[in-house]
């Protein structure tokens, strides 16, 4: 049995999760947002630096657990905004030398996967509570938008944008609209006030994603004042949530595999909810969506894979803290996966 805390710090969240023996046992957050205007990436780290000790200590509050308890210190490692991901990484290595544990390097994509096969990651009336064993991720974030799953050996991204982030895109159009970040709550509920389909490119190529042209098309058609902002919210979420639950449709056919996470914040809108569940339904697959605090940036799942790891004998003592850096570009498929041979 291990006690593991997790740091994330990946982009605009600071979170602190706790997992002992595979249960989640605290997750705490902090997100920084903006009025009008997108992630500025030195204010999001200026925000961690000023939260990180205030969520440290609710994550232990919530936990019940004193720090001694604690047998290692997880953190995301990367993909993310270097000054965000720089922020984590001090932080994990100030609470690794004052409680004497080790650190865990955690690759933060993965981490959405495997958390995916956490029970308590489900509310009971969800697969009777149970998590999913090898499943694909359809990864809708920000910055990522990736179709994951584990085969020979790695993790594989069998599908992924050719430009930019889906969470990315609608906090663009979001903005062009003159909403603050992030976009996708607003535009979700004006999507449901539209009522008119208004026709848009749809973008698939093989299992990869591009959003960039939509998003010309949209700032266009927002311009004219034929189109109602509902209407194009409504549009762009029927439009591009098809395009992405055609593409994990697609690798759960190519990859033979019958289970389907969702992670990422664009995976907290209800609608993509909905067509990823329906598809599911459709071809005898099982649908898993974590709670909503779980498809967000999260300490918890940082914590979650971090045990796994630790659990396998990965880890940094302090003497050798010193060679850890941040990995703000680290591919799915450079992850060495030595825990799970
Ligand atoms: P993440 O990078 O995974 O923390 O997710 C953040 C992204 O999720 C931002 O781009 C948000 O605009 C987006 N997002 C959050 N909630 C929703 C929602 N209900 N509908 C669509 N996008 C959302
Ligand atoms: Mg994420």
Known sequence: MATIIGIESTAHTFGVGIVRDGKIIANKRDMYTTESGGIIPMDSAKHHREVCEGIYAQALLESGINQDEIDAVAFSQG???????????????KISKKLSKPLVPVNHCVAHLEIGKCRCAYSKLQNEGEGAKDPVLLYASGANTQVISYASGKYRIFGETLDIGVGNFIDNFARYAGI????????????KAGKNYVELPYVVKGMDVSFSGILTNLKQKLKKESYSVEDLSFSMQETVFAMLVETAERALAHVGKDELVLGGGVACNSRFQEMAKKMCNERGARYFCPEKSLLVDNGAMIAYLGEIMFNSGIKFENSESEDLDIKPRQRTDEVDVSWKN
Request: charged share 20%; net charge positive.
């Open 79 to 93: 993909p993310g905004l270097a000054p965000s991901l720089l922020e984590g990484l001090k932080f994990s290595k």
């Open 180 to 191: 603050g970040f992030p976009g996708g709550p607003k535009i979700e509920t004006l999507a």
